[in-house]
């Protein structure tokens, strides 16, 4: 019997409203899926913009001042207050975060599956090559699912819940929730699998060995397996280095009301235009939010030096556009307006490198990969390296800090995790002063200290309430 599969057109943002584990993706045109190239086409057709709020909202990056939710409080939708706060009731009604990962997984599900059951013909090495990525995308995948909703995955914490392991397209398998060890037993395997037989070159949005290598090194620096995140980092950077020099690719635009905004405001997601600019990715995407303002912190904007091409991003006095005429405030903006881009990259595989560099000793070497960032991220006139650090903490620490100035609204959240799990740095603690958001959403009238505690139950985001009741029951909620 021959499969049937929807084939997305480029360009479709994956939204669903509905829980993805219990019903077919919609679909605009159906092809019975006969070759290879076929399944390779359901590779180059997919995009992935994903509404993705912990590092937009969770983390210590962010912040929304009191004063400024109180001259533009609908600004921010009642969602977007309960996660600033950490709040485990949440009134949004459709998963859509949850059920963009699951669609993305059940396509690699349907392409590992149709090539290993030979129901496809076709030229054997692009059956492998196709394979191997599909093993990627639902590694990728189910590793940011299990960031976002699962606790962190240490020694003590191995029988708590990790996430749904759906390895088949049919829709009656199982929806429980598999442990923390084995999802990531899963992300692994999936990994291992994806290194096996993938295509060298870099494709554009495509997942082939340098982006592989580039997760492996990212899954690898969260799970604190140092070694094997220097080799996968070595791996990746062995096969494309290039970064993006901020003083000559991205400069500054006036708009009409006279924020001054960065170039890339105007710059499409996926359009050659910002594959060009953002080339140090080894692949493209964007995460984004429900409602376009993502404000830093003021600690985070602290860590910047003046002089920093990347303080482009923090566009101040953002929040006139929305009214706010006493405190205007800073709002990112990354690419275009309410998205930050995302995929591995090369600065990352730098940071990676040397922050395992560091934790063995090699502290000039971890400097210098830190070096490789920075000399990119200000004009030459104003480039001074830095000195290298006294100990192996106080390097780690540094780089963390660079980690923060270059991803602050992608990969804080993980970090976050890890390090409180991590004995050679200290625990950190996130605080708020801001009001009680309680059920539906609904705000307090007085200014309270909210605290996420390290390895706080809260580090696991809530399940949307759909997903459970769509599983009747069968997908669990976290316990906090």
Request: charged residues 25%; negative net charge.
């Amino acid at each position: 019997m021959k499969k049937i599969l929807a084939l997305f057109l480029i360009g479709f943002i994956v939204s669903c409203s509905d829980d993805f584990l219990d019903k077919e993706p919609s679909v605009n045109s159906r092809v019975e899926v006969e070759t290879a190239e076929q399944l390779e086409y359901i590779l180059n057709s997919s995009t992935y913009l994903t509404d993705e709020y912990v590092n937009s909202f969770c983390t210590d990056n962010t912040g929304i001042p009191v004063d400024l939710f109180d001259e533009i409080g609908n600004s921010w939708s009642p969602f977007t207050l309960e996660q600033y706060t950490w709040s485990t009731s949440i009134s949004q009604n459709g998963d859509e975060t949850w059920a963009a990962y699951y669609e993305t997984i059940w396509r690699a599900n349907l392409i590992i599956n149709l090539i290993s059951e030979n129901k496809v013909t076709g030229d054997e090495q692009l059956k492998l090559a196709v394979k191997t990525e599909a093993h990627y995308r639902r590694a990728s995948n189910l590793f940011d699912l299990a960031l976002i909703y699962a606790l962190y995955p240490s020694a003590s914490n191995a029988d708590e819940l990790g996430v749904v392991l759906r390895t088949e397209t049919n829709y009656g398998e199982s929806q429980s929730r598999a442990s923390l060890k084995e999802t990531f037993d899963q992300i692994e395997s999936d990994l291992e699998q994806a290194l096996e037989n993938p295509i060298e070159d870099i494709i554009p949005n495509r997942g082939t060995l340098p982006v592989i290598e580039a997760f492996a090194a990212k899954f690898y620096l969260y799970m604190g397996d140092y070694d094997k995140a220097e080799q996968h980092a070595n791996e990746a950077l062995s096969l494309y280095s290039e970064m993006v020099n901020y003083a000559t690719a991205i400069s500054t635009i006036t708009a009409g009301n006279g924020l001054v905004y960065p170039s890339t405001v105007n710059v499409s997601p996926y359009s050659p235009v910002a594959l060009e600019v953002f080339k140090d990715r080894y692949i493209f995407n964007t995460l984004i939010n429900d409602s376009w303002n993502t404000s830093p912190s003021q600690e985070l904007l602290d860590l910047y030096d003046t002089n920093d091409l990347r303080m482009r991003f923090m566009v101040k006095d953002y929040f006139i556009r929305n009214q706010a005429t006493v405190n205007p405030w800073y709002g990112y903006v990354n690419i275009y307006i309410g998205q930050a881009v995302n995929g591995e990259s090369v600065p990352e595989m730098y940071l990676i490198r040397a922050e395992a560099k560091a934790r063995r000793g090699d502290l000039s070497g971890a400097m210098a990969d830190v070096e490789m960032v920075r000399m990119n991220r200000f004009t030459p006139e104003n480039y001074t390296p830095l000195s290298v650090p006294a100990n192996d903490k106080a390097t780690v620490e540094l780089i963390i800090d660079e980690r923060r100035r270059e991803f602050p609204f992608t990969r804080r959240w993980m970090d976050l995790k890890r390090l409180n799990n991590d004995p050679l740095t200290d625990p950190i603690i996130l605080t708020r002063q801001f009001y009680e958001v309680g059920e539906n959403g609904s705000v307090g009238t007085q200014v309270q200290t909210q605290t996420l505690e390290p390895n706080d139950r809260r580090y696991a985001r809530p399940i949307g309430v759909d997903v459970i009741t769509n599983s009747n029951g069968a997908t669990q909620q976290n316990e906090y």
